[in-house]
């Protein structure tokens, strides 16, 4: 499985954007970039996912260097709720279902 | 819409015993994965079922298995506990023939003393 390299922790000012960086140098054709958070006494759940453009939905934003050797997560506006472990996975989603896990990049959210 | 479902919530055993950890998958979906969180790590994957087979499964020892039902829900069962798989088992389900996101449920805390 093709590796993610996260910073261990961020912190950010409430209301203000956060930026998450991911680095995957060693990305394949076919992996998408999936991100998913867990925050404290929950299970991880999906927050976005792309392969080779920028993606937005409703909780964040997804952009991808041209290369597709990195990319980084944008919440626009972080609330104290957005405090928790966000995971960077790649998954090739041909068939392939598992997520690999690394350890994440635990963010803070300063009041 | 119920979510994915586990129970127990929370679970005490001794080594050497046995335990078995259920899970019911999001409405409609046909696909459990089952993946054991160590404190202070991401979670690792077990294996995955579909069909009522095991479809994949990871670097975990035959002491792991599982089980899904025809109505999709599916148990995971681990014999002779070691203190080491003290850990937090979550299941996550989703559908095997779309590109799609996996849900995950809130997990069984397990603890072996």
């Known amino acids: 499985d093709a590796k993610t390299t996260q910073p261990n922790s961020m912190e950010s000012n409430e209301e203000e954007p956060v930026h998450l960086p991911c680095n995957h140098s060693?990305?394949?054709?076919?992996?998408?970039i999936h991100w998913y958070r867990q925050l404290p006494s929950q299970g991880p759940e999906y927050v976005i996912h792309?392969?080779?453009s920028n993606v937005n939905n409703r909780m964040a934003s997804l952009a991808i260097a041209e290369d597709r050797k990195s990319s980084t997560l944008i919440l626009h506006r972080a609330t104290l709720r957005d405090a928790a472990v966000y995971y960077c996975?790649?998954?090739?989603?041909?068939?392939?279902?598992?997520?690999?896990f690394g350890t994440g990049t635990r963010l803070t959210i300063i009041p | 819409d119920a979510g994915v479902t586990q129970s127990p919530t929370h679970l005490i055993k001794t080594r050497g015993q046995q335990v078995t950890l259920r899970c019911s998958p999001k409405?409609?979906?046909?696909?459990v994965s089952w993946y054991q969180q160590a404190l202070g790590q991401g979670p690792q994957f077990i294996f995955q079922?579909?069909?009522?087979?095991?479809?994949q499964r990871g670097n975990f020892p035959d002491r792991f298995s599982g089980h899904q039902f025809p109505n999709y829900s599916s148990e995971l069962n681990v014999n002779a506990l070691l203190l080491g798989d003290s850990a937090l088992y979550l299941c996550?389900?989703?559908?095997?023939?779309?590109?799609?996101?996996?849900?995950f449920g809130p997990g069984t805390r397990l603890t072996v003393l």
């Open positions: 996550a389900s989703s559908f095997i023939s779309v590109i799609d996101t996996q849900y």
């Open positions: 060693t990305i394949s054709g076919t992996d998408y």
């Open positions: 792309g392969l080779t």
């Open positions: 996975i790649l998954r090739d989603d041909f068939g392939n279902e598992k997520l690999t």
């Open positions: 409405s409609g979906h046909d696909t």
């Open positions: 079922y579909y069909e009522e087979e095991e479809r």
